[in-house]
């Protein structure tokens, strides 16, 4: 009976112990898209100062596919244990508007553990755009319907839906011309063979100060710390036009409350540290943190949003 006694003592004791000691073991963070994209750039930061507070690996693994389906989808059918998470940005609230097919829900199929950082997404001009403002370049779009287009990364992505969302904000007309990706898109805005385009701050920098190409606004909602004398389409006239880039951490539905709290709890202190601040400054992001039910209301608040948009702009599933 002692003995028995004593083992039972001892489950206890290890288990209660287990329960308070995560992460136990390395967690996996999914990054749906290739190395060396946003996602990647964004979450590696913090994973790195997790692992470090933590003191177990957080692994950036790379499931790139299907505009970033394929690596959340793995995520949604992961064990609900918090050792597998997933980067995503704004494309994920996106996406359920986009697709014709989604392999999950957005909001049911995950919980939220919390945002890292956003990047400003700006509106640029070619030089020759005789356009110095919001206020003038929507003037000359409604004085030339049609006439005027503008360059995305692809179709139903931000920096298109960006645009779409001008387009309906001002009553404009312009035309879409899609890339297969925003470098793409903004060397032809520099080379004359497009007028505009809304592309994310840190990609466009270097070419606006060398006068590549002009920015007419920021679409976040206070100026970008990169680009300090660009307005915001709210202090153009049009707050609604409001977009930025907010990458964020999600786990599978069903992680434990505990769990969510006790990652988002330290997120928050690796956001705080010194280094990783100096780290996505020099990547121009902005750090953010909320809460997890913040970030759960935020991402639902988002695909509505963009569904109402793209419903309004016509755009079909691709």
């Known amino acids: 009976m002692r003995a028995l006694l004593a083992a039972f003592v001892l489950l206890a004791v290890t288990g209660f112990a287990g329960a308070q000691e995560f992460p136990a073991k390395p967690v996996r963070i999914i990054v749906p898209f290739t190395p060396g994209g946003p996602n990647d750039l964004a979450v590696r930061p913090v994973a790195e100062k997790l ?22 989808d793995l995520v949604a059918k992961s064990p609900p244990d918090g050792y597998t998470l997933l980067i995503i940005s704004s494309s ?3 996406n359920p508007s986009t697709q014709a097919k989604m392999p999950f829900d957005p909001v049911r199929d995950f919980a939220a553990v919390g945002p890292v950082s956003t990047s400003d997404i700006i509106l640029v001009v070619n030089p020759s755009v005789p356009a110095r403002s919001v206020k003038e370049f929507v003037a000359l779009a409604k004085a030339q319907p049609g006439k005027l287009n503008f360059a995305s990364s692809g179709t139903g992505g931000s920096l298109h839906l960006g645009a779409e969302l001008l387009k309906l904000t001002a009553g404009i007309n312009m035309v879409h011309v899609p890339y297969k990706g925003a470098a793409l898109a903004l ?32 679409a976040s909602a206070k100026r970008a710390q990169s680009l300090p004398d660009a307005p915001t389409f709210g202090e153009a006239g ?8 907010r990458y964020g951490l999600l786990a599978p539905a069903a992680t434990p409350a505990a769990t969510i709290a006790r990652l988002n709890a330290f ?4 956001l705080s540290s010194p280094d990783v601040r100096e780290r996505y400054a020099a990547l121009s992001l902005d750090v953010v943190t909320s809460t997890p039910q913040e970030y759960q209301a935020y991402i639902r608040s988002e695909v509505a949003r963009w569904r109402k948009v793209v419903t309004a702009a016509k755009i079909p599933p691709q």
Request: no cysteine; glycine share 14%; hydrophobic share 45%.
């Open 267 to 270: 997120i928050t202190k690796a």
């Open 92 to 94: 994920f609230a996106i």
């Open 187 to 218: 060397s032809d805005v520099m080379g004359g063979h497009v007028d505009s385009m809304f592309i994310s701050a840190p990609g466009a920098v270097g070419q606006i100060r060398a006068g590549k190409v002009r920015v007419l606004a920021t």
């Open 51 to 72: 692992g470090e507070l933590f003191r177990q690996p957080f692994i950036v693994d790379y499931r790139a596919g299907a505009n970033g389906l394929i690596g959340s």
């Open 238 to 245: 049009y707050p609604e036009v409001q977009i930025d880039t």
